[in-house]
């Protein structure tokens, strides 16, 4: 079976700090993974996805990347954390090939900046 | 941008009694899915339905779909205190296959 981590569970970074988040899935190969951000009692948007290693498409402009060194981890770093960045950030992965367009998600990492 | 729309907001129903919330959308879909958030987690997927269905059960879930008015109700049945959570509707594009896009959700509290 399938299974998807996210670490940190929590973070709490000073303005200006740089970030590093992890997401990484087993049990499957050349998945799409997802980076969404969630503010509070909002919904999902979406922050980049990758088809495959090395392959980042982004959403929206900000001072986010991300990077996919392999082919189940992906990972979103900033080099200087603003306050706007705090939120609940959620990897997810889906199946490459339709019809299984559902996505799996990870339990999120809750980033505060202060 | 967000595509879907979820109504309403909140929600806050008696066990027992069933919970109804609707999901509007703007532009020709592929498919249609309704996901579950507990607070503080991730999101679970609940049940999808494709652009070519109407209606689609699982357990005490129902989703209803209509093309022509863009909107899709998710119907939960004898509601469970375990059912209190934040429901998003996520809707994937005819031209951007590999992607969702999800509602604000609405919040539903199952009071025992």
């Known amino acids: 079976s399938q299974t998807i981590h996210q670490w940190p569970a929590t973070l709490v970074q000073p303005v200006g700090s740089p970030l590093s988040l992890e997401c990484t899935v087993e049990?499957?190969?050349?998945?799409?993974l997802y980076w969404y951000r969630q503010a509070a009692g909002r919904g999902l948007q979406l922050l980049f996805y990758?088809?495959?290693?090395?392959?980042i498409s982004s959403e929206v402009p900000q001072n986010l990347s991300a990077s996919r060194p392999q082919d189940r981890q992906f990972i979103l770093s900033s080099k200087k954390l603003l306050l706007s960045d705090s939120g609940f950030y959620l990897c997810?992965?889906?199946?490459?090939?339709?019809?299984?367009?559902?996505?799996?998600f990870g339990p999120g990492t809750r980033l505060t900046v202060l | 941008s967000q595509q879907g729309e979820e109504d309403p907001q909140a929600l806050s129903i008696q066990e027992g009694e069933n919970a109804t919330m609707n999901c509007s959308y703007k532009t020709s879909i592929n498919n249609l899915q309704w996901y579950r958030q507990n607070s503080g987690r991730g999101l679970v997927h609940l049940i999808l339905?494709?652009?070519?269905?109407r209606e689609k059960h699982s357990g005490r879930l129902r989703v209803t779909l209509d093309t022509s008015k863009k909107s899709s109700s998710l119907l939960i049945t004898a509601s469970r205190a375990a059912d209190t959570a934040s429901y998003f509707c996520?809707?994937?594009?005819?031209?951007?296959?590999?992607?969702?896009?999800f509602g604000a959700g609405t919040t539903v509290t199952v009071r025992a």
């Open positions: 990758s088809v495959g290693i090395g392959q």
């Open positions: 049990g499957t190969s050349n998945p799409n």
């Open positions: 339905i494709r652009s070519n269905e």
């Open positions: 997810a992965w889906s199946w490459t090939v339709p019809p299984h367009n559902e996505q799996f």
């Open positions: 996520a809707t994937e594009l005819r031209e951007d296959d590999y992607k969702l896009s």
